[in-house]
């Protein structure tokens, strides 16, 4: 069964960096686009970014561009966020999922990112 | 990349019909027919409820379809049950984007 682990969340300061990572099982994680997608405390979800099944090709929200970097190893089945220059408002749970077409039909639980001084 | 609109909340009795709108713009909505649904149960991760306007995936009762006139998107939920309490969120690709609706909580009296 197709299953996705994100992990790396915490506390981080303002202006500090953290990594995300999501561990894919159960489906062939090379042959699938994936996305990155938050949810603020008590707010709706909002997309991140997207890779392609390849790495070939990476498309981001304008609230994260150039702050924020998504990534593969098709090698590991594992999907990254790299996250810098954080705010205030990149506090949120952040999940991954895999792509079906042009829908998201398997997400992880989540990892919590909180941005505080 | 501005967010799609839906009604904050709906509510239903069980047995009924209730029907969530999702209001888009032709460079969304109107431009694609890959609007997809997701459900969310507090705490839970989303799920996949309808895709690519109107498919459902595996699983997913045929009490829950949907449909798209124009810029507009609707998921309607037939014989509501309890278990659908939850909040309801529809999420269209966007050319290079992807983008969700502000998310609808669905009360079942």
């Known amino acids: 069964q197709v299953q996705l682990v994100e992990s790396g969340g915490g506390v981080v300061q303002p202006g500090g960096s953290l990594r995300l990572s999501c561990a894919a099982s159960?489906?062939?994680?090379?042959?699938?686009?994936m996305h990155w997608v938050r949810q603020a405390p008590g707010k709706g979800l909002e997309w991140v970014a997207f890779i392609r099944y390849d790495g070939s090709n990476k498309y981001y929200a304008d609230s994260v561009k150039g702050r924020f970097t998504i990534s593969r190893d098709n090698s590991k089945n594992t999907l990254y966020l790299q996250m810098n220059s954080l705010r205030a408002e990149d506090t949120a749970v952040y999940y991954c999922a895999k792509v079906r077409g042009y829908s998201l039909d398997y997400w992880g639980q989540g990892t919590l990112v909180t941005v505080s001084s | 990349q501005s967010a799609l609109t839906q009604p904050r909340s709906v509510s239903g009795s069980p047995g009924q019909s209730v029907t969530i709108s999702c209001t888009g713009t032709s460079s969304d909505v109107g431009g694609y027919n890959y609007v997809s649904w997701y459900q969310q149960h507090p705490g839970k991760a989303p799920k996949l409820m309808i895709y690519?306007?109107?498919k459902r995936p595996s699983g997913v009762p045929d009490r829950f379809s949907g449909s798209k006139s124009g810029n507009t998107a609707s998921l309607t939920i037939s014989g509501l049950q309890a278990e659908d309490e939850a909040d309801y969120y529809c999420?269209?690709?966007?050319?290079?984007?992807?983008?969700f609706g502000g998310g609808t909580k669905l009360t079942v009296l």
């Open positions: 690519d306007v109107s």
């Open positions: 999420c269209s690709y966007a050319g290079s984007s992807v983008v």
């Open positions: 159960g489906f062939t994680f090379s042959s699938y686009g």
